[in-house]
């Protein structure tokens, strides 16, 4: 079983809609809980990052995290067209070695 | 903000030469680099970690000889493929931390390698 699992299919949403994203993962060492947004041919910018189980927000994203389960989840209200992007989540111990989920490929459609 | 580099953004190579990329953390200083790869619409997987001044270490899977890694200065760490084949083609992007926490590790913008 892979550390980090993330159903890596596309997602296209209409402009204004809600994008829900999620992972799920095995170790219980991880201490910080990331996402990360990645155009095209680019390297990965941090979105959001947590470390407890509970929400935040910051904008029209929200980072939800339950350690009970294991499983995180990003949402994008209002979801606009520059929103199209890869997310990849992504999981660290606190030596910072992350290990990224596969990612989803989310097209909003204006 | 903290900002990495990495040299060449893009590179074509026969198979069977060596391919070098350099990356740098361009306003602060890395004690520790990742090296990451990329294949088309999958996850970056961590290859290797690089350490100033000592070997590097690296992932599972990941062969040593193939892919070394020089950490020669705390800015600088370079990756270099040799003897490429095409299954080596890939986007690497390596990043550096600047001290501890999830929101300070840095990515470069990758480099994508074609080896024909």
């Known amino acids: 079983q892979k550390e980090v699992e993330q159903d890596p299919g596309p997602l296209s949403v209409p402009e204004g809609a809600i994008v829900s994203l999620n992972c799920t993962y095995s170790?219980?060492?991880?201490?910080?809980f990331m996402w990360y947004r990645q155009y095209s041919r680019k390297g990965p910018e941090l979105l959001m990052y947590?470390?407890?189980?509970g929400n935040k927000e910051d904008g029209r994203f929200t980072a939800q995290v339950d350690k009970s389960s294991k499983y995180i989840s990003l949402f994008i209200r209002d979801s606009q067209p520059s929103d199209s992007a890869t997310y990849l989540c992504a999981m660290m111990k606190g030596n910072n070695r992350l290990a990224f989920g596969k990612g989803n490929q989310v097209v909003v459609i204006p | 903000g903290a900002v990495v580099s990495q040299h060449p953004s893009w590179v074509i190579c026969k198979s069977g030469t060596s391919v070098k990329i350099e990356c740098r953390s361009l306003d602060f200083q890395a004690t520790t680099m990742f090296w990451y790869r990329q294949f088309p619409k999958q996850s970056l997987m961590l290859m290797a970690t690089s350490n100033e001044g000592s070997k590097a270490t690296y992932e599972q899977g990941v062969e040593k000889d193939k892919f070394l890694i020089n950490h020669a200065s705390l800015t600088l760490s370079t990756l270099t493929v040799t003897s490429a084949h095409p299954e080596d083609s890939s986007f690497y992007i390596c990043?550096?931390?600047?001290?501890?926490?999830?929101?300070?590790?840095?990515f470069g913008p990758g480099t994508r390698l074609t080896v024909l």
């Open positions: 947590t470390y407890s189980s």
């Open positions: 990043s550096a931390p600047r001290g501890q926490g999830a929101d300070t590790q840095y």
């Open positions: 170790n219980s060492a991880f201490q910080y």
